[in-house]
């Protein structure tokens, strides 16, 4: 059993910042990769940025420069430090861990940009 646990969402002006944090606990034997994604009702789910167990990381066009991603995996935990957000970047935040062979998810987190 894997649990993922996001927080650090919330309700920020154009132009601000956040940092999400995901804390992963259970039977985790390795990490091939965390990652965050990204969903606006009615829309699929998008990556946003990934970060492999060796520390690779990969972004999507829209956030590339803005977006940062990082983790720890002694505890294992992923961050994502957003910069210079935009209304586009609203929508419900889920990071993700890849072990084993399986994908788990977390509940997700809102994060709303807004004046």
């Known amino acids: 059993q894997v649990q993922l646990v996001e927080s650090g969402g919330g309700l920020v002006q154009p132009g601000g910042s956040l940092r999400l944090s995901c804390a992963a606990s259970?039977?985790?034997?390795?990490?091939?990769?965390m990652a965050w994604s990204r969903q606006v009702p009615g829309n699929q789910r998008d990556l946003v940025a990934s970060i492999t167990g060796g520390g690779t990381t990969h972004y999507s066009e829209s956030v590339k420069g803005r977006f940062t991603i990082s983790s720890e995996n002694a505890k294992p935990t992923v961050y994502l430090q957003m910069s210079s957000l935009k209304p586009d970047d609203t929508a419900v935040y889920y990071c993700s861990l890849v072990s084993g062979g399986r994908t788990y998810w977390g509940q997700g987190t809102q994060v709303t940009v807004s004046s």
């Open positions: 259970g039977s985790i034997f390795s990490i091939g990769a």
